[in-house]
């Protein structure tokens, strides 16, 4: 029988003094403050066109990523480079913070070399202090639903008025990264991200949200939810084309042409979200 692995990452008390400890405690900045580092910093910002949307790491990754059940980032250092299906290829965990750079932050990559890069990956190894490489983490990978109802859009929308707009406002642009990220709009995530899947969206909001009362929502108001948000307006991801080349392609990914559909009532839920006969 394998040992269980603890979900207890270190306080940022214990970080140690001296130049690493600089760049874990910058790494946590970046994570948990990403727009404001970024958008602070006049260098990175190009011809007024922002570096990255409003959100923050925090956003999605929930106490800077040690939060255990809102996608947890303790124990990725241990377990990246792994495969990923989406890319085709194997990816190292500099690539993965990349991929949710352009994708959930709709940003920039950051260069290979580049300094905030490399404090964000001690930052990660800090938090992921005693996990054995290649452990199976039992919190990894819970926010999905596996068998996502057919939604109904117009459920959604009154669902999110009771429930929602305290914090994330009610034209879905939020009230700051940390405390209502942006849901929709051009300061939210593009459709390329993983949050822009109904099974991921629908997942997330029932164990995460609202915050106060997590798992509240049935599967059906979480699936209703998931449309709602997912219909509206986003950035468009540039590279559907090159993702999952090998195959394997999610039917459930909300993009351009689905969220057209929606709003003119062609949309075929059943094989949206894959259902069998
Ligand atoms: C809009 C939401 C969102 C934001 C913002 C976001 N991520 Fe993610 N991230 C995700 C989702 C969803 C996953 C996939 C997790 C899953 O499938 O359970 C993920 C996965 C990851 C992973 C891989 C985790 C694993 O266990 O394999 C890393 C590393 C990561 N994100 C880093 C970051 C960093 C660093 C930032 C900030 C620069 C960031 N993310 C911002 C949603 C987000
Ligand atoms: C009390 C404030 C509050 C309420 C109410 C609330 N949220 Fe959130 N939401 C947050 C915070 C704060 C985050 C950032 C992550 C975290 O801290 O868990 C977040 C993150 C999110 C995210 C991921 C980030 C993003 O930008 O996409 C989604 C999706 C989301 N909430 C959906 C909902 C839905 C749907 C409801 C209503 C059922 C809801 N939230 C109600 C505060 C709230």
């Not at 490399?118 to 490489?133: F, G, H, N, R």
């Not at 990978?141 to 008025?161: C, R, S």
């Amino acid at each position: 029988m394998k040992a269980t692995i603890e979900h207890n990452p270190p306080s940022l008390d214990d970080v140690p003094e001296g130049p690493l400890g600089e760049q874990i405690l910058r790494g946590y900045e970046l994570t948990n403050a990403t727009s404001e580092v970024l958008r602070g910093e006049a260098a990175t910002v190009e011809d007024g066109q922002a570096r990255v949307n409003a959100l923050s790491c925090t956003s999605c990754h929930a106490g800077a990523g040690m939060d255990e059940h809102s996608s947890s980032m303790v124990g990725v250092s241990a377990v990246y480079p792994m495969y990923i299906p989406r890319s085709g290829e194997i990816v190292t965990l500099e690539e993965r913070i990349n991929g949710c750079m352009v994708r959930s932050m709709n940003g920039e990559k950051f260069a290979e070399d580049d300094e905030d890069l490399d404090a964000m990956v001690a930052y990660l190894t800090y938090i992921s202090k005693d996990i054995p490489v290649g452990a199976e983490l039992p919190w990894r990978h819970k926010n999905n639903m596996d068998n996502v109802p057919v939604p109904n859009v117009d459920d959604g929308e009154e669902l999110y008025k009771q429930s929602c707009i305290a914090c994330h406002a009610a034209d879905g642009a939020g009230t700051g990264s940390n405390s209502g990220p942006a849901l929709w709009g051009e300061e939210s995530f593009n459709d390329g991200a993983g949050l822009a899947r109904m099974s991921k969206m629908a997942g997330y909001v029932q164990n995460n949200m609202p915050i106060g009362q997590e798992g509240s929502l049935s599967d059906q108001e979480a699936a209703d939810l998931a449309a709602y948000i997912l219909s509206q307006d986003r950035p468009e991801w540039q590279g559907h084309a090159n993702d999952w080349p090998n195959g394997g392609r999610p039917t459930d990914l909300m993009t351009k042409e689905k969220r057209d559909q929606v709003n003119d009532g062609s949309i075929d839920w059943e094989s949206v979200l894959g259902h069998k006969e």
